[in-house]
């Protein structure tokens, strides 16, 4: 094991107060695309339209079924499972030393992997509710009337996902910062830290260890005490891999 592993496993040996700040790319191993790479959605138009614009609230009410037809071809990921990464955050927390997971993807697939404390800034696939009653719709009730998403009240039924020209929900960014501003360790997981307001959320950490491991260079790699331009699900895989024990015991005794 390289020093930069063998000091990661000791920060998070030593530490209860670790936060990870994850986006896509802690869950491009599930096979779900990275909206915002050179391959990823934002490079490709659809019918004329920029993924930008789709996915915007002005589009959504609009254009509901091209939005729609949209959505569910490229950012709905039904069967996608949780990879190594999400799996080694969910023993974390399991061992107790995990407060919370901050993130920007909307896949629901943390929770899946049983991870319980989980701020979600941009919404998720998972909820769809009735713009005018409130109804709550589950994503296999959604898919089953998407082509026309229409509430028994006349509403129509949006998905609880953060569109362009809307607002991040307050609570859930009050809780994800005071996370941040008290954690001891913050682990910044597959996001390049470009999507606005979420990225900036990082610069409130104030403690020990900021540890960065995305495949590329962030705006705080400098700031960082390690830097992993690797498979997230690798390195934690990795520096946790004796810790397993530890977790092992806990849950047969
Ligand atoms: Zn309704």
């Not at 339209?49 to 037809?69: N, V």
């Not at 990921?77 to 969910?90: G, S, V």
């Not at 920007?104 to 701020?119: E, F, P, R």
Request: charged share 25%; with cysteine; glycine share 4%.
């Amino acid at each position: 094991m390289n020093n930069k592993l063998q000091l990661l496993k000791e920060i998070i040996k030593s530490s209860d107060n670790i936060v990870f700040f994850t986006g896509a790319g802690v869950s491009t191993e599930s096979n779900i695309p990275d909206f915002r790479s050179a391959t990823g959605l934002y490079s490709n138009k659809y019918n004329n339209y920029r993924p930008e614009e789709i996915i915007s609230h002005t589009f959504f009410m609009k254009k509901t079924k091209m939005f729609y037809d949209y959505y569910f071809a490229k950012m709905v990921y039904k069967d996608a499972l949780p990879n190594k990464a999400h799996h080694a955050i969910t023993k974390l927390e399991k061992l107790g030393k995990l407060k919370a997971v901050i993130t920007q993807n909307i896949d629901n697939l943390h929770q899946t992997a049983g991870t319980k404390n989980v701020y979600e800034l941009h919404g998720s696939v998972k909820r769809n509710y009735c713009m005018k009653c409130h109804k709550f719709y589950s994503l296999e009730e959604l898919i089953k009337i998407k082509n026309h998403p229409i509430c028994s009240c006349g509403g129509i039924i949006k998905p609880d996902v953060v569109l362009y020209e809307e607002p991040l929900d307050e609570e859930v960014i009050d809780n994800a910062l005071e996370k941040i501003i008290n954690a001891e360790v913050l682990i910044v997981a597959g996001t390049s830290l470009t999507v606005q307001p979420a990225a900036s959320f990082v610069s409130y950490f104030r403690g020990k260890y900021l540890i960065i491991i995305n495949k590329e260079v962030t705006p705080l790699d400098n700031y960082a005490t390690l830097v992993f331009h690797e498979s997230v699900g690798e390195v934690l895989d990795e520096a946790l891999k004796d810790m397993w024990g530890q977790y092992d015991n806990n849950m047969h005794h």
